[in-house]
């Protein structure tokens, strides 16, 4: 599967951006989806993860009641909503998917990822 990530920006912090991730090429419904972060000279992290028809999510504490994971099977479009931003939360945001269609916090069980976009929160 291929997987597009877009919606990044520049935002002040408190406020909201939603981003995107358009999948190609497979059942979309067929797998479980995450979104992770990198930070300048950090390691990718963990954001959030949903299961392959949306019944399940997980999120990192850090992101807890700000960001909201989901997923529009149909349209073959995974979503993230962050609210509440902070300049901490400033990162190349990834999607990510993996077959079998569970969640996961693990990078290394994805078997697929996207491109990337980039987040800038200003303080």
Same mark, same amino acid.
């Given at each position: 599967?291929?997987?597009q990530a877009y919606g990044g920006g520049l935002? &002040? @912090?408190g406020g909201c951006l939603r981003?995107?991730?358009a999948a190609s090429g497979r059942t979309f419904s067929n797998y479980g989806m995450g979104w992770?972060? &990198? @930070?300048?000279?950090k390691e990718r992290e963990f954001v959030a993860t949903i299961s392959w028809i949306g019944g399940s999510t997980y999120y990192a504490d850090s992101v807890k009641g700000r960001?909201?994971?989901s997923r529009d099977n149909a349209k073959n479009t995974l979503y993230l909503q962050m609210n509440s931003l902070?300049?901490?939360?400033?990162a190349v945001y990834y999607c990510a998917a993996r077959v079998g269609g569970v969640t996961s916090s693990t990078t290394t069980s994805y078997d697929y990822w996207g491109?990337?976009?980039?987040?800038?929160?200003s303080s």
């Amino acid at each position: 599967v291929q997987l597009q990530a877009y919606g990044g920006g520049l935002v &002040q @912090a408190g406020g909201c951006l939603r981003l995107s991730c358009a999948a190609s090429g497979r059942t979309f419904s067929n797998y479980g989806m995450g979104w992770f972060r &990198q @930070a300048p000279r950090k390691e990718r992290e963990f954001v959030a993860t949903i299961s392959w028809i949306g019944g399940s999510t997980y999120y990192a504490d850090s992101v807890k009641g700000r960001f909201t994971i989901s997923r529009d099977n149909a349209k073959n479009t995974l979503y993230l909503q962050m609210n509440s931003l902070k300049p901490e939360d400033t990162a190349v945001y990834y999607c990510a998917a993996r077959v079998g269609g569970v969640t996961s916090s693990t990078t290394t069980s994805y078997d697929y990822w996207g491109q990337g976009t980039l987040v800038t929160v200003s303080s």
